[in-house]
């Protein structure tokens, strides 16, 4: 039984091409006529998929401490071409040989990773810059300016290798762009590359295999909704 306005926290499990906003806004529509706050603790991209954190009510003043814990992705960096935005979102801007680039390579740069570093965001991001964010600056073609900021990277496993494509698992603090991490692997290879796939695992102690399928949660809640109207009738 959700009791939304004493506070719920509701891990879904977000789909592809939603936004994180997308999916506050569709949980928040089904919840009506209830009036009250809905937030989501750590944005992921339209093309990742995977765990988010909803709160609702009162709980919604615990956003900012999920949002601080670490979280662990897996996903796929694909070598020989980048795109402006890091990611799929953009096309391929330009194209690399990747054929002199060896097991032992990808392994040693995915180790060298580990650890704290300064992290230059990506202009396709959801950084703002005097209020915008500078995605929209970046899609205007305008220069964006960016500051580095401190991460931590815990730990960066290669799952598998399927040339250009190179699977991982990694634990990293907040903030950290994961789609910066692919364009800097392809760099630190002499090399280019970009994320070709995002799935976000855990955060914190919340973990996907936990969360709901966002089609399920709606369904649910709208059960609870027709239930409790007709105990009132």
């Known amino acids: 039984m959700f009791s939304f306005a004493e506070g719920e926290?509701?891990?879904?499990?977000?789909?592809?091409?939603?936004?994180s906003?997308?999916?506050v806004g569709k949980l928040r529509n089904t919840m009506k006529p209830l009036k009250l706050k809905v937030g989501h603790a750590g944005t992921l991209d339209p093309l990742a998929t995977g765990l988010l954190i909803i709160c609702t009510g009162k709980l919604t003043k615990k956003i900012d401490t999920f949002q601080a814990e670490d979280k662990e992705y897996t996903g796929v960096i694909t070598l020989g071409a980048t795109t402006p935005s890091y990611?799929?979102?953009?096309?391929?801007?330009?194209?690399f040989d990747i054929s002199a680039i060896t097991e032992e390579e990808i392994l040693a740069v995915a180790k060298s990773f580990e650890g704290e570093q300064e992290q230059l965001p990506?202009?396709?991001?959801?950084?703002k810059i005097k209020g915008e964010r500078v995605y929209e600056k970046a899609r205007r073609g305008e220069d964006v300016?960016?500051?580095?900021?401190?991460?931590?990277?815990?730990?960066?496993?290669?799952?598998?290798i399927e040339m250009p494509n190179v699977h991982f698992r990694i634990k990293c603090s907040k903030g950290t762009y994961i789609r910066s991490?692919?364009?800097?692997f392809g760099k630190a290879l002499n090399n280019g590359a970009h994320l070709s796939s995002l799935r976000r695992t855990m955060s914190g102690d919340f973990h996907v295999d936990d969360a709901w399928k966002l089609d399920e949660l709606i369904k649910a809640i709208r059960e609870q909704k027709e239930s409790t109207l007709q105990q009132t009738l």
Do not use: G, M, N, Y
């Open 9 to 19: 926290i509701l891990l879904v499990d977000k789909p592809l091409t939603w936004t």
């Open 21 to 23: 906003f997308d999916v």
């Open 87 to 95: 990611d799929l979102e953009t096309e391929i801007d330009q194209t």
């Open 122 to 127: 990506p202009a396709h991001s959801a950084v």
């Open 145 to 160: 300016e960016l500051k580095p900021r401190k991460i931590i990277i815990s730990s960066f496993v290669i799952e598998k």
């Open 181 to 184: 991490i692919a364009h800097d």
